[in-house]
């Protein structure tokens, strides 16, 4: 009764080492195409806060897809550093009218431009 258990209990493992490797010349488990972000963050506009809010990131095995998260987060770096010199921009022509120069500083022009 031993020898039939141990028997069947290697066989029962083979079987399913070979499920999973694919033992055959087609493969059980088709690759799947890894997840990208679905709609991202818009390239011809600044950020808003509803693209945020609307923004998913692709989940991984372990978390989120590393790469993913970091494009994101340059992204939003930039365009949070593009902001802060336009508020300082504007900061400066505010002391600056407030001072009574004439001269302040251009309020057309975009930081970055």
């Given amino acids: 009764m031993f020898w039939f258990l141990l028997i069947a ?21 088709p690759e799947a195409e890894p997840d990208r972000v679905a709609d991202g963050l818009p390239e ?3 950020v ?12 991984a095995p372990r978390g989120y897809r590393m790469a993913e998260v970091d494009d ?7 365009e949070l ?3 802060d010199a336009r508020i300082a921009q504007l900061e400066e022509a505010v002391r600056a009218a ?6 302040g500083p251009d309020l057309t022009k975009r930081a970055g431009q």
């Fill in 9 to 29: 209990l290697v066989v029962v493992v083979a079987a399913v080492t070979l499920a999973v490797v694919g033992g055959g010349s087609e493969a059980v488990l």
């Fill in 44 to 46: 011809t506009r600044p």
């Fill in 48 to 59: 808003a806060r509803a693209d945020i809010d609307a923004l998913r990131l692709p989940v």
């Fill in 72 to 78: 994101v987060l340059d992204r939003l770096a930039a």
């Fill in 81 to 83: 550093a593009e902001r």
């Fill in 98 to 103: 407030r001072s009574g120069s004439a001269a």
